[in-house]
């Protein structure tokens, strides 16, 4: 670790006008030189690998010799997100600090269409109660069926999206079949009324 890093970045500063600046390949190697020496008072969970290529509104106040700028974190996206975290960071030269002052989101990826899972299940529960053969239901001889949830509420782009409409679905569904005597034997599966009592597992 150079520890003039911080005067370094300083001085390449302080030949630059006040306001907005581009990212510049030499800019970025230089924080992320200093950012190990700036005491963070944040947890923003930067490291300084994750400045390159990504710094958006770069903004140099030299009276305060303060380094302003906007970075997309992706960490949600990892986690079945659909949004990108955005991190407003300031860095204060003279306070050897920096800061993640207040962070916002930023779509990534489509966000998926508004499911209705009380519908989707009164449609299915039809199906069933007619005994009818359609994609998402597999019969067994025994009049049993059972629902092929993954063709029903397929995988979308957010993890945490598909496994809640899942639920709904499936909470809607036994909503309607068990009132009119279909026994739910096992997960997504269910006996018709009047089937012998079948032990669940």
């Excluded at 958006?56 to 302003?68: I, M, Q, R």
């Excluded at 030269?93 to 962070?103: G, K, N, P, Y």
Aim: hydrophobic share 40%.
């Amino acid at each position: 670790m150079n520890c003039d890093a911080i005067e370094r970045l300083k001085a390449y500063l302080g030949g630059m006008e006040p306001g907005p600046i581009r990212e510049e390949q030499e800019l970025t190697a230089l924080l992320s030189d200093a950012w190990p020496q700036l005491a963070n008072s944040s947890d923003g969970g930067m490291k300084p690998d994750k400045l390159f290529g990504r710094m958006e509104d770069l903004c140099w106040a030299p009276l305060t010799s303060a380094l302003s700028f906007r970075i997309e974190r992706h960490g949600g996206l990892v986690n079945g997100s659909t949004r990108a975290e955005i991190q407003s960071w300031n860095v204060n030269l003279a306070a050897r600090s920096a800061e993640c002052r207040e962070t916002g989101h930023r779509q990534f990826l489509p966000m998926s269409k508004r499911f209705d899972a009380k519908a989707l299940a009164v449609d299915v529960a039809s199906l069933v109660e007619r005994r009818l053969e359609a994609p998402g239901l597999k019969w067994h001889p025994d009049g049993r069926v059972k629902i092929l949830i993954g063709e029903l509420v397929p995988e979308g782009n957010a993890q945490r999206t598909m496994t809640g409409r899942r639920k709904r679905f499936r909470v809607a569904l036994e909503s309607i079949l068990v009132p009119k005597g279909w026994q739910l034997i096992r997960h997504n599966e269910f006996a018709p009324p009047g089937a012998a009592d079948t032990q669940r597992s």
